[in-house]
């Protein structure tokens, strides 16, 4: 259905603010099966309307044909938590953000042609983290979870078992192939996603050598900060993590006065200073002002640490001091375009899983809308014509909404009908987590304003101090060059292989296709031939014109 259909007869309330008004179970049975009648518009009732809608895909689909010519930059968007039902209840929130009623709306990576399902499990758990599955997704190999870029031989907490087990992400692939690499995310840049694009360590937890155990630094094991500045040299880097690139008791640039923000490196290295040392011309910045002075045109390295620890939250976020996941993206893209053989990108929303984790559906949400928005602007700054881009998810969360709603209820609203308690409760909840609340001996019940709260907590059936993972598949979106091997259901550790094999990284690098294609670019840029043929179509030109 067509968001302009869906909006032509929304209901408005009668105060003349214009604002949206959303069906609420206080509504009366004629009062609210208008306000339903409203949000649809007349075209809807007509077999006619679904079916030239029905026809309209097929006719895309029918057209739709593989782009089978390697790709020359790779852009990988992973939603940390954001399995299919909080993707479905952010297209609803993306909707009714924009006036609508929510269900006909369309994220923007839902447009992508190609679909797969990926199994997340990791070799020791049903249930899966987010180290065990970025290993996968990065690396192609499935491991144990809380481990980064090592295979399953190696033991969670056990420094020397790692050694000898390295596995390469494909972003240091594609680095050591000529690539621009980089990588965007809400959480410190150290957290376990993009930690598995350049970290090999038995812990996802040793952000720095003070978060370590005194006999991993004795067997000579290194912090992942550390890590992120000598393993690979990667591009651009945005995120938070400020507090474990410097030596203990250094003031933190925005919140100097706060000690519990100061720098924690036992080992007396300012790792920001070294990497700029190390990479000529590269610049570091720590605040969104700072960003946008940054140059596109000019600089080759770029690192943004915006907070301390994890970027706050878009609903939390002072727009004028940080940068959002959408201008990050686009700053990214921006500098790695510039290199010929093209780049590879990663892009985590990562705090979707933190919203999730303190039961906080909106801010949850509100994430997930943004990595969306994200997802747009680089299909702007791109071609699909060499950009693969791929989206996808680590995990999935315990989250679901549903209690026969009707059309347009606020995704954060009631469910129509009271529970068996006779409490109203939200369409909204959580399997377990911080949620879970028993007052004079039952459930509190749920309201409104207050369930349409950024902090709000929804109600969970189990009670947890953290709401879990859960461990359904996740999905898998992609366009552009070999996006159509993004098919049926796999195994999560596939999505690497795909992308190398699309980008003629190792180890793909070496089949005949890709040596095709490197042979047709070399004798395309270095050829002689186009060259004589131009000057011979000049020369005949002068004879005949004089």
């Given at each position: 259905?067509?968001?302009?259909?869906?909006?032509?007869?929304?209901?408005?309330?009668?105060?003349?603010?214009?604002?949206?008004?959303?069906?609420?179970?206080?509504?009366?049975?004629?009062?609210?099966?208008?306000?339903?009648?409203?949000?649809?518009?007349?075209?809807?009732?007509?077999?006619?309307?679904?079916?030239?809608?029905?026809?309209?895909?097929?006719?895309?689909?029918?057209?739709?044909?593989?782009?089978?010519?390697?790709?020359?930059?790779?852009?990988?968007?992973?939603?940390d938590g954001m399995g299919l039902p909080t993707m479905s209840a952010a297209r609803i929130y993306k909707g009714q953000l924009a006036?609508?009623?929510?269900?006909?709306?369309?994220?923007?990576?839902?447009?992508?042609?190609?679909?797969?399902?990926?199994?997340?499990?990791?070799?020791?758990?049903?249930?899966?983290?987010?180290?065990?599955?970025?290993?996968?997704?990065?690396?192609?190999?499935?491991?144990?979870?809380?481990?980064?870029?090592?295979?399953?031989?190696?033991?969670?907490?056990?420094?020397?078992?790692?050694?000898?087990?390295?596995?390469?992400?494909?972003?240091?692939?594609?680095?050591?192939?000529?690539?621009?690499?980089?990588?965007?995310?809400?959480?410190?840049?150290?957290?376990?996603?993009?930690?598995?694009?350049?970290?090999?360590?038995?812990?996802?937890?040793?952000?720095?050598?003070?978060?370590?155990?005194?006999?991993?630094?004795?067997?000579?094991?290194?912090?992942?900060?550390?890590?992120?500045?000598?393993?690979?040299?990667?591009?651009?880097?945005?995120?938070?993590?400020?507090?474990?690139?410097?030596?203990?008791?250094?003031?933190?640039?925005?919140?100097?006065?706060?000690?519990?923000?100061?720098?924690?490196?036992k080992d007396g290295l300012d790792l920001i200073a070294e990497w700029l040392r190390a990479r000529q011309g590269a610049q570091y910045?720590?605040?969104?002002?700072?960003?946008?002075?940054?140059?596109?045109?000019?600089?080759?390295?770029?690192?943004?640490?915006?907070?301390?620890?994890?970027?706050?939250?878009?609903?939390?976020?002072?727009?004028?001091?940080?940068?959002?996941?959408?201008?990050?993206?686009?700053?990214?893209?921006?500098?790695?375009?510039?290199?010929?053989?093209?780049?590879?990108?990663?892009?985590?929303?990562?705090?979707?899983?933190?919203?999730?984790?303190?039961?906080?559906?909106?801010?949850?949400?509100?994430?997930?809308?943004?990595?969306?928005?994200?997802?747009?602007?680089?299909?702007?700054?791109?071609?699909?014509?060499?950009?693969?881009?791929?989206?996808?998810?680590?995990?999935?969360?315990?989250?679901?909404?549903?209690?026969n709603t009707l059309r347009g209820n606020s995704i954060f609203g009631l469910a129509p009908k009271k529970a068996k308690d006779k409490?109203?409760?939200?369409?909204?909840?959580?399997?377990?987590?911080?949620?879970?609340?028993?007052?004079?001996?039952?459930?509190?019940?749920?309201?409104?304003?207050?369930?349409?709260?950024?902090?709000?907590?929804?109600?969970?059936?189990?009670?947890?101090?953290?709401?879990?993972?859960?461990?359904?598949?996740?999905?898998?979106?992609?366009?552009?060059?070999?996006?159509?091997?993004?098919?049926?259901?796999?195994?999560?550790?596939?999505?690497?292989?795909?992308?190398?094999?699309?980008?003629?990284?190792?180890?793909?690098?070496?089949?005949?296709?890709?040596?095709?294609?490197?042979?047709?670019?070399?004798?395309?840029?270095?050829?002689?031939?186009?060259?004589?043929?131009?000057?011979?179509?000049?020369?005949?030109?002068?004879?005949?014109?004089?």
């Open positions: 259905m067509s968001l302009t259909c869906a909006m032509q007869d929304v209901s408005r309330d009668t105060s003349g603010t214009g604002s949206l008004h959303f069906i609420t179970p206080t509504e009366t049975g004629s009062n609210k099966q208008r306000l339903v009648e409203g949000l649809m518009c007349d075209a809807e009732k007509t077999p006619d309307y679904w079916n030239k809608g029905a026809r309209r895909s097929l006719e895309l689909a029918v057209a739709l044909q593989p782009v089978a010519r390697r790709a020359k930059n790779i852009i990988l968007f992973m939603g006036g609508g009623s929510g269900e006909e709306s369309v994220l923007a990576m839902e447009t992508f042609p190609h679909v797969a399902l990926a199994k997340t499990y990791t070799i020791d758990r049903q249930v899966p983290d987010s180290a065990g599955t970025g290993t996968a997704y990065l690396c192609g190999v499935k491991t144990n979870a809380k481990t980064l870029g090592l295979s399953g031989a190696a033991v969670y907490g056990k420094c020397r078992t790692s050694f000898g087990n390295e596995v390469d992400s494909i972003l240091h692939r594609a680095r050591l192939a000529g690539k621009s690499v980089g990588i965007v995310t809400t959480t410190r840049v150290q957290h376990a996603s993009p930690g598995a694009a350049y970290a090999h360590s038995a812990s996802r937890s040793w952000y720095a050598d003070a978060n370590m155990p005194k006999e991993a630094l004795r067997d000579g094991c290194k912090d992942i900060a550390y890590q992120l500045v000598h393993n690979t040299d990667i591009n651009v880097i945005l995120g938070g993590g400020r507090i474990y690139m410097t030596p203990k008791r250094t003031p933190d640039p925005e919140y100097p006065e706060d000690p519990a923000q100061n720098g924690t490196r910045v720590w605040d969104k002002k700072g960003l946008d002075a940054v140059k596109d045109d000019s600089v080759s390295h770029l690192m943004g640490l915006f907070e301390p620890k994890d970027m706050k939250y878009e609903l939390n976020r002072n727009a004028s001091t940080d940068p959002s996941i959408v201008e990050m993206t686009e700053k990214a893209i921006r500098i790695l375009r510039r290199n010929p053989n093209g780049f590879f990108l990663f892009v985590e929303g990562g705090r979707i899983d933190h919203g999730h984790h303190t039961g906080r559906a909106k801010q949850a949400l509100m994430e997930a809308v943004m990595l969306d928005r994200a997802v747009a602007q680089a299909g702007e700054l791109t071609s699909r014509s060499d950009t693969l881009t791929v989206v996808t998810a680590d995990h999935s969360h315990v989250f679901t909404f549903g209690g409490r109203a409760y939200t369409s909204i909840l959580y399997g377990n987590g911080p949620g879970y609340s028993i007052r004079d001996g039952g459930r509190p019940g749920a309201s409104l304003p207050a369930a349409e709260d950024k902090d709000y907590r929804q109600q969970a059936a189990v009670p947890l101090e953290t709401e879990t993972h859960s461990g359904e598949d996740v999905v898998v979106l992609a366009q552009g060059p070999m996006s159509h091997l993004f098919h049926g259901v796999q195994e999560q550790h596939y999505i690497a292989h795909a992308m190398a094999y699309a980008a003629c990284l190792e180890p793909y690098a070496t089949e005949p296709r890709c040596r095709a294609a490197r042979m047709a670019s070399h004798s395309t840029q270095c050829s002689p031939q186009p060259l004589l043929a131009l000057l011979t179509l000049c020369v005949a030109a002068h004879l005949v014109w004089g």
